[in-house]
């Protein structure tokens, strides 16, 4: 089982941000970031962008990470 989130910050469009994820989320984040051959912060704002104003920007991150890895091109 996961441990309680984690916060940590990132920078999204010059302005720092505290986002609370369960480490196994921010295992799975950075891998996608290194997949895509991104800076972290870069794929944040990426999903910060496209999310919908409604959705908190931790839960955009969770299900950006499920899609990523349910993708059969998850790899590309």
């Keep these: 089982m996961s441990g309680p989130p984690v916060k940590r910050s990132?920078?999204?469009k010059g302005h720092r941000t505290s986002v609370s994820l369960e480490?196994?989320?921010?295992?799975?984040?950075?891998?996608?970031?290194?997949?895509k051959e991104l800076?972290?912060?870069?794929?944040?704002?990426?999903i910060?962008?496209?999310?919908?104003?409604?959705?908190?920007l931790a839960s955009a991150i969770r299900v950006y990470v499920l899609?990523?890895?349910?993708?059969p091109n998850s790899n590309t």
Aim: proline residues 5%; glycine residues 2%; without cysteine.
């Design 10 to 12: 990132l920078t999204l």
């Design 23 to 35: 480490d196994e989320f921010w295992q799975a984040f950075r891998e996608i970031a290194k997949a």
């Design 39 to 46: 800076p972290i912060n870069v794929l944040a704002s990426e």
């Design 48 to 56: 910060d962008v496209e999310r919908d104003p409604e959705t908190g």
């Design 67 to 71: 899609n990523w890895f349910r993708s």
